[in-house]
């Protein structure tokens, strides 16, 4: 089994629906939550960063980590063509990162 | 700031041949990281160095591959000999404060035939 599990998808949706990107993960020493949206053809960059439990907002993003279920979700809200990518989760405890799979998001005007 | 360059973006070369890929890190940031990235096993941390020294190259797949980061403007990643398996899509990434912002280049696609 994986440390973080992502499914790869891909996930299609109208745009303006909104949209729920998850991981779980199976290590309870990880403390640090990211998120990162990676472009076709491009490298990944942060979108979100969350430290410990809750939830943490930036305009159309949310992210939440619920440590207790080892479950962490994105939600996009009034999702957007432009919104298309790869979305890969990561998290840290201690050392490097552990990345997820990505899950490609597919947003259908 | 010009962020993270990679050089060359695309590589093309025959099984066999010795293959250099080329990193600049942002200015400023202590921790570089190489990473390979393949449709069926994802992003996958090859190694990774602080202050210039490697830390931890647990990722790195075989002897084949070697990397260096000779100042702290400057790392190479070498595979040599390369084999077809290699081919993927190489990342270097640049960080600050110990890794959980990490600022990646437009990454090196490696095509071995």
């Known amino acids: 089994?994986?440390?973080?599990?992502?499914?790869?998808?891909?996930?299609?949706?109208?745009?303006?629906?909104?949209?729920?990107?998850?991981?779980?993960?199976?290590?309870?020493?990880?403390?640090?939550?990211?998120?990162?949206?990676?472009?076709?053809?491009?490298?990944?960059?942060?979108?979100?960063?969350?430290?410990?439990?809750?939830n943490k907002e930036d305009g159309?993003?949310?992210?939440?980590?619920?440590?207790?279920?080892?479950?962490?979700?994105?939600?996009?809200?009034?999702?957007?063509?432009?919104?298309?990518?790869?979305?890969?989760?990561?998290?840290?405890?201690?050392?490097?990162?552990?990345?997820?799979?990505?899950?490609?998001?597919?947003?259908?005007? | 700031d010009a962020g993270v360059i990679q050089s060359p973006r695309h590589e093309v070369t025959e099984m066999g041949q010795e293959v250099t890929l080329r990193c600049k890190p942002i200015s400023g940031h202590d921790y570089l990281f190489w990473y390979r990235q393949t449709m069926m096993r994802g992003l996958e941390l090859l190694i990774y160095f602080n202050n210039n020294v490697p830390i931890d190259d647990s990722g790195m797949p075989e002897d084949r591959f070697s990397a260096k980061m000779p100042n702290a403007s400057f790392s190479t990643l070498k595979i040599q000999p390369s084999e077809p398996r290699d081919s993927a899509v190489y990342f270097c990434a640049s960080s600050r404060e110990g890794g959980n912002i990490q600022y990646f280049g437009a990454g090196t696609r490696l095509s071995v035939l």
């Open chain 1, 1 to 54: 089994q994986k440390e973080v599990e992502q499914d790869p998808g891909p996930l299609s949706v109208p745009e303006g629906a909104i949209v729920s990107l998850n991981c779980t993960y199976s290590n309870s020493a990880f403390q640090y939550f990211m998120w990162y949206r990676q472009y076709s053809r491009k490298g990944p960059e942060l979108l979100m960063y969350t430290y410990s439990s809750g």
């Open chain 1, 60 to 109: 159309r993003f949310t992210a939440q980590v619920d440590k207790s279920s080892k479950y962490i979700s994105l939600f996009i809200r009034d999702s957007q063509p432009s919104d298309s990518a790869t979305y890969l989760c990561a998290m840290r405890g201690n050392y490097q990162l552990i990345w997820g799979a990505g899950t490609k998001l597919i947003i259908k005007p």
